[in-house]
């Protein structure tokens, strides 16, 4: 699939070869790195083809679509967005065992991915000598009396710097869908000459129930709540009784192809 933009991949030469396997080489273009970040990001912005670029951290994997949107948004009108986060935590300072306070509302925490007008931090990059601790600062040190637009994000977004670091990502990754719930009933009319079937299974009964399949009303109440769950409509939309190929159809293979079609939208 083509995505109108291309992902540089700065990758260290001894991993060249594993993440090859994991790559669609239409979307991503990798170079090699250099010894340093700031060197890797050289590299990188030199095959850069785009009007902005995006330079994010592999170390931050659980950045959100939402954030990359908003970043777009503000690229419109701003040659440079840092990503951000707000601290919620008192902020202090220690120097020469000295404690004081800092006022939190004055501090925010530099996230990636960081977006530039290209040329600027590219050409910011080519120039620079010195050592930075993000982009932004490099961008800063460069282009002075140009403002830096800050987007905030409130979402996950953890630089993994730790071991167990690894565990939240795993985790939040691997987490849960949200519980989907769908309800239903059905009725049909007892009437004689046919036979009672629920749940599969064949009433011995003088009557049974009416319908244009075997209208086993337990199996569909379960088949229609399942189609809920995932808004996937009502029976009626896939069983019609205008349809007379699906006649006394079975309501077992109605609820087996239903959670097949399930199984199918994941």
């Given amino acids: 699939?083509?995505?109108?933009?291309?992902?540089?991949?700065?990758?260290?030469?001894?991993?060249?070869?594993?993440?090859?396997?994991?790559?669609?080489?239409?979307?991503?273009?990798?170079?090699?790195?250099?010894?340093?970040?700031?060197?890797?990001?050289?590299?990188?912005?030199?095959?850069?083809q785009t009007p902005y670029v995006y330079i994010h951290d592999a170390a931050r994997p659980l950045i959100t679509k939402k954030a990359i949107l908003e970043i777009e948004k503000s690229l419109q009108f701003h040659d440079a967005v840092l990503l951000a986060e707000r601290l919620t935590s008192s902020l202090k300072r220690v120097e020469h065992n000295e404690l004081s306070s800092l006022k939190r509302d004055a501090y925010v925490l530099a996230q990636t991915p960081q977006a530039f007008l290209t040329e600027k931090i590219r050409y910011a990059y080519i120039r620079n000598e010195d050592t930075y601790e993000d982009d932004i600062s490099l961008y800063q040190a460069f282009y002075p009396e140009e403002k830096v637009f800050v987007v905030?994000?409130?979402?996950?977004?953890?630089?993994?710097?730790?071991?167990?670091?690894?565990?939240?990502?795993?985790?939040?990754?691997?987490?849960?869908?949200?519980?989907?719930?769908?309800?239903?009933?059905?009725?049909?009319?007892?009437?004689?000459n046919r036979p009672l079937i629920l749940g599969g299974i064949q009433i011995p009964y003088e009557k049974g129930l009416l319908g244009h399949s075997d209208a086993d009303v337990l199996l569909h109440a379960i088949a229609e709540a399942m189609l809920g769950a995932l808004s996937l409509g009502d029976l009626g939309t896939y069983y019609p009784d205008t349809n007379p190929q699906i006649k006394d159809i079975n309501s077992m293979r109605i609820l087996k192809e239903i959670h097949e079609m399930i199984r199918q939208k994941g």
């Fill in 1 to 48: 699939m083509e995505l109108g933009f291309k992902i540089v991949l700065v990758v260290s030469k001894n991993d060249l070869n594993e993440i090859q396997n994991y790559i669609n080489p239409e979307n991503v273009v990798i170079v090699i790195g250099g010894k340093t970040r700031s060197e890797s990001v050289k590299f990188g912005l030199k095959v850069v």
């Fill in 152 to 192: 905030y994000n409130e979402d996950p977004n953890l630089k993994v710097t730790y071991p167990i670091d690894f565990q939240y990502v795993k985790m939040h990754l691997e987490k849960e869908e949200p519980m989907r719930i769908g309800h239903s009933f059905d009725i049909h009319q007892l009437v004689d």
